[in-house]
C-alpha cells in the first residue's frame, strides 16, 4: 500500500488501511491511469474508468 501511494494515515483506527483505488495497467503492468477515493469524492465515475481502461486497451493493441 505505501509502494503504490494509497495507505491512508488521516483517520485514527485505519492507519495502513488502502483508501478504496482503482489502477489501469498496461500490458507491460505499467500503471497508466489511477483513481484514488477523497473526500470529495467518495466513489469513481464508472463512465471515466470505462473510457480510460479502453484508451489503455487500444494503445496495447496498436
Known amino acids: 500500500m505505501t509502494d503504490w501511494g494509497v495507505r491512508r494515515t ?24 489511477r483513481w484514488v477515493t477523497s473526500p470529495e469524492k467518495r466513489l469513481p465515475d464508472i463512465s471515466e474508468v470505462l473510457a480510460e481502461a479502453s484508451k489503455v486497451a487500444l494503445a496495447t493493441t496498436s
Request: hydrophobic share 40%; charged share 35%.
Open 10 to 33: 488521516d483517520l485514527q483506527g485505519y492507519d495502513g488501511v488502502a483508501r478504496r483505488t482503482i489502477f489501469i495497467l498496461d500490458s507491460d503492468r505499467v500503471v497508466r491511469w
